[in-house]
């Protein structure tokens, strides 16, 4: 099932669903995706394409048109649901980190 096999998602694959809140093709996704991070995370055709096809797969994406070798896709609900725990997760992560090095918590036991 989808859930288990992305417990946690890829930075790439993050990227990718947070782009698809808008219906896009993948040469539009690349470049969001650059965009939105300042070229920090660049995503390769290859890439993208394999984890596209792997989502719709899944369910977690659904292609929306077909225009002649260009698709487009948008997020399903199941694509949000996973979106959302894996931003969860990620503030819990904040939260610790803050907690324990930004709040001076104690490291007693993390010898």
């Known amino acids: 099932m989808a859930r288990e096999k992305y417990q946690t ?6 990227y990718i669903l947070i782009c698809l809140n808008h219906e896009s093709c993948g040469v539009d996704i690349m ?13 390769g055709p290859g890439t993208l394409y394999s984890l596209l096809d792997n989502f719709v797969k899944e ?3 659904i292609e929306t048109k ?5 698709k487009s896709y948008v997020i399903t609900k199941l ?3 996973m979106l ?3 931003y ?3 503030n819990t992560l904040k939260k610790d980190y803050e907690s324990l090095v ?4 104690s490291n007693e036991g993390c010898n």
């Open 84 to 86: 959302e725990k894996e």
């Open 79 to 81: 694509g949000t649901e």
């Open 66 to 70: 077909i225009e002649n070798r260009k």
């Open 9 to 14: 998602l890829t930075e790439q694959m993050f």
């Open 102 to 105: 930004k709040g001076g918590g």
């Open 59 to 61: 369910k977690i994406i």
């Open 31 to 43: 470049k969001k995706v650059e965009e939105l991070t300042n070229g920090r995370v660049i995503i």
């Open 88 to 90: 969860e997760r990620l």
